[in-house]
Structure formats: C-alpha cells, structure tokens
C-alpha cells in the first residue's frame, strides 16, 4: 500500500503562487507516476498533471505554462508550484500515485482557494 500526505494550499490572491508538495510512504517501489487532480465545487475530478519516475510530465491545457510538476524519487515527493493563480483554479488538489500492480492511490486532499 502506498499513503500519501499532502501540505501546502490556502488562500492566495489571483496572480498569486502556490506549492503543493505531496510526500509518499509504505511500499514507495510499487509507484510508478505521480500526479495531481482537482475537483472544484459541483465538478468532476480532473487531471492536473503527472511525472514519470524518468521526469516526463504531462499537464491539462488549462495548467500549461503557469503550473509545473516535479518529482524527487529519493524522497518519493512530488511537487506541484503553481503560477499567475486564477479564481477558476479553486478546488481541492488531490495527490495521486499509479502503482505496479495497476492500483491508484490517494491522497486526503488540500484546498487551493484564489480570490479575485
């Protein structure tokens, strides 16, 4: 099983920036890609982005040039630093890992709130 924690949301105004960081622990050699997801209020969970252990990332479009992904495979952590925050970015960002043997894990959530 693989346990995730992640830290670093609040409120920022817009334009402002943000780091996620998302730390794993329990049976880490299992994890293959990392990611971010968010769900904002009567929304479906989306894809944010995802690291590979290699480094290649992906984004959603709407993310692409203000967020980035990285990964620290020694520490099993991924980050996300979020840039130029907009309101529509509000939502609770959920940390994701993709295991060996095809399970997906979770993290508990932390709300990202942008004020206008």
């Known amino acids: 099983q693989v346990q995730l924690v992640e830290s670093g949301g609040g409120l920022v105004q817009a334009g402002g920036s943000l780091r996620l960081s998302c730390a794993a622990s329990?049976?880490?050699?299992?994890?293959?890609?990392m990611g971010w997801y968010r769900q904002a209020p009567g929304k479906q969970r989306e894809l944010v982005g995802s690291?590979?252990?290699?480094?290649?990332?992906t984004y959603a479009d709407s993310v692409k040039g203000r967020f980035t992904i990285s990964r620290d495979n020694a520490k099993s952590t991924v980050y996300l630093q979020m840039n130029s925050l907009k309101p529509e970015d509000t939502a609770v960002y959920y940390c994701?890992?993709?295991?060996?043997?095809?399970?997906?894990?979770w993290g508990q959530g932390t709300q990202v709130t942008v004020s206008s």
């Open positions: 994701s890992t993709l295991n060996i043997n095809n399970g997906v894990s």
């Open positions: 690291v590979s252990s290699g480094g290649s990332t």
């Open positions: 329990g049976s880490r050699s299992m994890i293959i890609r």
